[in-house]
């Protein structure tokens, strides 16, 4: 099963931006790099996804090193409403469920 | 709305019984995934399904069962009830088997067994 690694929890101010890590040790050529968040009593909600070339979309960036070895998920202006567990993952041809870890839990300061 | 559905949102249930969870997935996805998410355990994927056939199972006990229909949607069974099998449990679905495909889950069923 993949395996990821995050910060437990990280802190940021509103309207700053926030840089959530993510470790990628065991990674495949083919594996997708999947982000999700998930509010409490919610059901994880997609962010981004990649493969090797950095990704943007309507909420974040995804910054993927050379190595994929690790990834970064910008979030350009945090809001209230991004704090949330943040879980970063990976999903392949042949092994497409994803295993979720502890995820980082998002505080944002207003 | 993220277009998958999960029904019941709330079920209270004593030990020994059997439930039915109900999950219909996005329009046009194939795959379904399910996942308990429980507070000591997080996340743990069950069992996923692939246009009406199992394609891969987590750690999902003998006691539960699923099945995906022929309309797509799916159903997660489970039986002889225990405390501990309260959570909440969550479907996902996805277009195909394409790593570049996104899940979408659904807002979950609690299950509550007392």
């Known amino acids: 099963d993949a395996k990821t690694t995050q910060p437990n929890s990280m802190e940021s101010n509103e309207e700053e931006p926030v840089h959530l890590p993510c470790n990628h040790s065991t990674i495949s050529g083919t594996d997708y790099i999947h982000w999700y968040r998930q509010l409490p009593s919610q059901g994880p909600e997609y962010v981004i996804h990649g493969l090797t070339s950095n990704v943007n979309n309507r909420m974040a960036s995804l910054a993927i090193a050379e190595d994929r070895k690790s990834s970064t998920l910008i979030l350009h202006r945090a809001t209230l409403r991004d704090a949330a567990v943040y879980y970063c993952?990976?999903?392949?041809?042949?092994?497409?469920?994803?295993?979720f870890g502890t995820g980082t839990r998002l505080t944002i300061i207003p | 709305d993220s277009g998958v559905t999960q029904t019941p949102k709330h079920l209270i249930t004593a030990t020994g019984q059997r439930v039915t969870l109900r999950c219909s997935p996005r329009?046009?996805?194939?795959?379904v995934y399910w996942y308990q998410q429980s507070l000591d355990q997080g996340l743990q994927f069950l069992i996923q399904y692939y246009n009406g056939e199992e394609r891969a199972k987590g750690n999902i006990l003998e006691r539960f069962s699923a099945q995906q229909f022929p309309d797509l949607h799916s159903e997660l069974n489970l039986s002889s009830l225990e405390l501990g099998d309260s959570a909440l449990y969550f479907c996902a679905s996805r277009r195909g088997t394409f790593g570049g495909y996104g899940y979408t889950f659904g807002s979950g069923t609690r299950l509550t067994v007392v």
């Open positions: 329009s046009g996805d194939l795959s």
């Open positions: 993952t990976e999903a392949n041809f042949g092994n497409e469920k994803l295993t």
